[in-house]
């Protein structure tokens, strides 16, 4: 089948698809759909878009989406896969249709947020949506009738055991936005690391990024501010975001990979995010926040351990740094059970079925 992929190059999740795709057999044409406003010299027209000049934007995707159709037509897809399908215009998606190309469109955000609300009038364009987010199955009941849930799998070709790694470096390891939600709790499990001397790392993304030298004041009563506030998690920060095969590293030289989900509210993140299912391809353990396993097939305490709140996310890292056998019983279950039911090829199965 020749499968035709288009979505913005989020982290690696669109070469996954693509990867999966082929390793299924398919024939696969990958094209990418550069936002508008992080294309390089567009900062006046950006400017002008948010005065009120909207129709700069829209002619831009007007134009991308009409290379779009001229790509479908040269490489005659039988199907057309859209990840998250935010710069996606009717226009292209009624040739699809009128060609009876089949679509998809597989939401790796919530289409609830804000920045997918302008395009929920061409929902009706597609043959079948799927999302990672449960929620959104309720959102969209009464706007498409084919709406389903479907996670986010796992690399293999980057998250699987590295065999040559046999010592853990850490203790405890987190990776991911600090969100005010998640510093809370992350302070807490620092001061336990400090009081008991044990080795904690956070990775996180640059923040205090530097653009011009007078950021430097501004930067400088940043991180003190920080520092006052989050005295124990100060210690274990490091401003460097991970991906890929150097993420997969950390979490196998983890003892505990700790995983929390960024919802702000009970709407949004309510299944698993993808991190759960990198973390068990690993075959690393995880503390996970509860809440998040309704849909699929994860058991707590026999792939992943759930923990309700602070205290008890605290209690259960004492405790599994102590019970190493039974720690590593758990994370090679989680990891044959995830390498079973939750690779990318199997979400990609699902999309094309």
């Known amino acids: 089948m020749r499968v035709l992929i288009i979505g913005q190059d989020y982290f690696h999740y669109m070469n996954s698809i693509v990867k999966a795709c082929e390793m299924l057999g398919h024939e696969v044409l990958k094209v990418v759909s550069p936002e508008f406003k992080k294309q390089k010299g567009n900062y006046w027209k950006m400017r002008a878009v948010k ?11 007007k134009k991308l989406n009409l290379q779009f159709v001229k790509t479908a037509k040269e490489f005659k ?28 469109l597989f939401m790796i955000d919530s289409i609830q947020t804000a920045a997918f609300r302008p395009f929920l009038r061409n929902l009706r364009y597609y043959d079948k949506i799927f ?14 009738n084919a709406v389903h849930y479907l996670f986010v799998g796992y690399d293999n070709s980057i998250f699987y055991p590295i065999q040559e790694i046999r010592q853990k470096e850490h203790d405890i ?18 001061s336990y690391a400090h009081r008991h001397n044990v080795k904690m790392i956070v990775h996180t993304t640059n923040r205090y990024p530097q653009k011009y030298i007078w950021h430097s004041p501004r930067n400088f009563f940043r991180r003190l501010r920080f520092k006052i506030k989050y005295p124990y998690v100060n210690k274990c920060i490091i401003d460097a975001p991970l991906y890929n095969e150097e993420l997969s590293k950390i979490y196998q030289k983890s003892k505990i990979c700790i995983n929390m989900h ?92």
């Not at 057309?80 to 998809?104: M, V």
């Not at 999302?131 to 498409?144: G, V």
């Open 77 to 104: 897809p039988d199907i057309c896969i859209f990840i998250n399908g935010k710069d996606i215009t009717q226009d292209f998606l009624i040739y699809l249709k009128e060609n009876q190309i089949r679509t998809r």
């Open 262 to 353: 960024a919802g702000k509210h009970n709407k949004l993140h309510t299944g698993p995010n993808p991190r759960t299912f990198e973390i068990l391809g690993c075959r690393a353990f995880q503390l996970i926040d509860a809440g998040h396993l309704d849909y699929i097939h994860l058991e707590n305490k026999r792939h992943l351990v759930e923990n309700q709140d602070i205290d008890e996310l605290c209690t259960s890292i004492d405790y599994y740094l102590h019970h190493e056998e039974e720690r590593e019983k758990i994370a090679t279950a989680g990891y044959l059970w995830a390498k079973e039911k939750y690779t990318m090829q199997e979400s990609v199965r699902k999309l094309l079925e």
């Open 51 to 61: 005065l009120g000049m909207k129709n700069i934007e829209t002619k831009y995707y």
């Open 173 to 190: 390891c987190f990776v991911g936005a600090l969100y005010p939600s998640r510093l809370e709790i992350l302070e807490k499990v620092a």
């Open 131 to 144: 999302s990672y987010e449960p929620s959104d199955l309720e959102f969209l009941a009464d706007k498409h």
